[in-house]
């Protein structure tokens, strides 16, 4: 029957699993965030370092280059734990500036046009709605973080011999932590911001504005007050920390990483309260 | 036959303020309207039958499910059309009907399909492929509409669906609300505060106040009902004439220098000349005229209960 002649009726067909139905949620929002050119830009920019460091690894195994260039210990680069977190550290760079930029975009325009209500009319929970979006941001992270990073692990893996993988399995497990906590905490503040700052270029300024601020406020207490509290607001620092730990590396932050964890995990939970304080369907004026 | 919606002592409370005070009833209509003045508590009823509030007391259920512990499968059932401004503004109609389509469990070919003929049935079937957020406001209330059925919902639970719309605009939503009550196993609750949406598509009504129910009315019953209402203006003995239409079998009531009658079975307007003659009343007026939704409302302002019906 023509689209067109049809009547309402109701609809008596196969429903998917409601636990899958969050991914209908991010789906339409990595649709929506593809649509900037610029995004698409810096994400395919985002794959120019993980192509010169894997270039890097093959030069290492190449013998006839090295004797060509002269290089020192016979290697263009040590790939250890330093390697990758450097690697990260440019990575989570380019990840944090695309969180500015896409992050303001997943809860201020649902909550700036009122559609909250629509979501959760639906068999569709709160829990459910911040998992679709976090998922959304962390599928596009993980391709500028831990995928690009555990694929170069797979290369020099790959060059050196399975006995260096497992060798080194501990650098494996780091990459992927550091970077899950990391697109976790980044995720999570971009999210509350957009939910409470409801225009978008504002929530984007203020992501920027509130890791600086928090860096900055952070090293002013150290100073003044000659202690590394300071360290436990900053969250470049903390995350510096965490990855040091986990690369199993001497870190420049000096305060217990067991602190600096608990330090993440306190901010993720904030994040989480102020999400949970705005995305209701309505608010309840008292 | 289970009620579509049964109300146990249900109360809401924000912070101190109670806005729902113990609200007792069962309904079980086909469409099932919602009336009072503004800060009654219809939206928040509303709101606490699909779990958007959390009941300070009592509970309520939905074809049988509890809103306390099956608000999942209550939401399954019920499509809701919100009275505020609540769409995706970068989204092209389709995509955002069809996007809705799929959070509520429809597979992504069936939902595509449903938001286009939901598109065509609202009347936006043209618009279809334009962003919602370049709409009308009232294309945005179409746009609602076509949300709250893309998954053929059981129960259509309208929030002032004719809020901003122009007479023929109004006209229509109004059509496509009877049009869907036709439809077999569909259950429609309005929420309005214009008296006449709600006197064309209702069959029963709920009329709220400070967070209480003041009256009950089954519309249908009252339309079926045979009873025919006359109103008259006599001149004259009003009282011994009013006494012997009472005489005939007939109900009669004063209202100023009205007086109200209700017929009974075998008495005719002639019936009523003749007494008027015999009693030498001049009749100024007559006419037939039974209680409108406003006369109703306007009793119910007037009346406090306890909430209950």
Do not use: W
């Given at each position: 029957m023509a689209v067109y002649k049809r009547s309402y009726r109701s609809y008596s067909g196969r429903l998917t699993p409601a636990w899958s139905r969050f991914f209908v949620l991010t789906r339409y929002a990595l649709r929506n965030m593809f649509r900037s050119k610029f995004l698409l830009a810096v994400f395919v920019l985002s794959f120019f370092s993980p192509l010169i460091c894997a270039l890097l690894?093959?030069?290492?195994?190449?013998?006839?280059?090295?004797?060509?260039?002269h290089a020192r210990n016979n290697e263009v680069i040590n790939v250890n734990?330093?390697?990758?977190?450097?690697?990260?550290?440019?990575?989570?760079?380019i990840a944090f500036f695309l969180t500015a930029f896409?992050?303001?975009?997943?809860?201020?325009?649902?909550?700036?046009?009122?559609?909250?209500?629509?979501?959760?009319?639906?068999?569709?929970s709160r829990a459910e709605y911040v998992l679709g979006k976090l998922f959304s941001l962390f599928y596009l992270l993980s391709f500028v973080t831990w995928v690009p990073g555990l694929f170069l692990f797979g290369v020099e893996a790959n060059l050196s011999g399975a006995g260096w993988a497992w060798e080194h399995r501990s650098l494996a497990v780091g990459i992927l932590l550091s970077s899950w906590i990391y697109i976790l905490m980044i995720s999570l503040l971009a999210m509350a911001l957009s939910a409470w700052v409801k225009w978008r270029i504002a929530a984007g300024a203020l992501i920027l504005g509130v890791m600086f601020f928090l860096s900055g406020f952070g090293a002013a207490i150290n100073a003044v007050m000659r202690s590394n509290i300071g360290y436990y607001i900053a969250p470049g620092a903390l995350i510096t920390r965490v990855c040091a730990q986990l690369f199993g590396l001497e870190s420049p932050v000096p305060i217990p990483a067991v602190g600096a964890w608990m330090a993440l995990l306190t901010m993720c939970g904030i994040c989480l309260a102020l999400l949970g304080k705005k995305v209701r369907a309505f608010e309840v004026v008292r | 036959m289970?009620?579509?919606?049964?109300?146990?002592g249900l109360g809401v409370r924000f912070g101190k303020r109670d806005i729902?005070?113990?609200?007792?009833?069962?309904?079980?209509?086909r469409t099932i309207g919602l009336l009072g003045p503004n800060g009654a508590g219809k939206s928040t009823l509303i709101n606490t039958l699909l779990g958007f509030y959390q009941p300070s007391g009592g509970t309520a259920r939905i074809f049988g499910h509890d809103i306390r512990t099956q608000i999942?499968?209550?939401?399954?059932?019920?499509?809701?059309?919100?009275?505020n401004d609540a769409f995706i503004a970068n989204m092209t109609a389709v995509s955002f009907i069809r996007f809705m389509g799929e959070l509520s469990g429809l597979p992504s070919e069936a939902a595509l399909e449903r938001a286009h003929e939901s598109l065509f049935y609202v009347g936006l079937g043209e618009s279809r492929y334009r962003k919602v957020g370049t709409f009308s406001l009232g294309m945005k209330q179409l746009v609602k509409l076509a949300q709250a059925i893309v998954h053929g919902p059981k129960l259509i639970i309208l929030d002032e669906p004719t809020n901003g719309l122009d007479p023929p605009a109004r006209q229509r939503m109004i059509r496509m609300i009877k049009e869907m009550r036709e439809v077999h196993d569909l259950h429609i609750v309005l929420c309005s505060h214009l008296l006449r949406d709600v006197e064309e598509i209702c069959e029963e009504v709920l009329i709220l106040k400070d967070g209480r129910i003041v009256h009950y009315s089954n519309l249908e019953e009252e339309r079926s009902a045979n009873r025919r209402f006359v109103e008259m203006e006599p001149v004259g003995d009003s009282a011994a004439f009013a006494h012997a239409l009472e005489g005939l079998g007939c109900e009669c009531a004063f209202s100023a220098n009205r007086l109200k009658?209700?017929?009974?079975?075998?008495?005719e307007i002639r019936d009523i000349y003749r007494l008027a003659a015999e009693g030498d009343v001049q009749l100024r007026r007559l006419n037939y005229r039974r209680d409108t939704l406003e006369?109703?409302?306007?009793?119910?302002m007037e009346t406090t209960t306890n909430g209950s019906l």
């Open positions: 690894i093959y030069l290492n195994h190449n013998p006839t280059v090295l004797t060509m260039i734990g330093d390697f990758f977190l450097g690697f990260l550290g440019v990575q989570g760079g896409i992050g303001p975009g997943t809860i201020a325009p649902d909550l700036a046009n009122g559609a909250l209500p629509l979501y959760f009319c639906r068999p569709f | 289970t009620p579509v919606i049964e109300l146990e729902l005070k113990g609200l007792t009833c069962s309904l079980s209509g999942k499968q209550i939401r399954s059932v019920v499509g809701y059309m919100p009275e009658a209700v017929l009974s079975d075998g008495i006369d109703i409302f306007l009793k119910a």
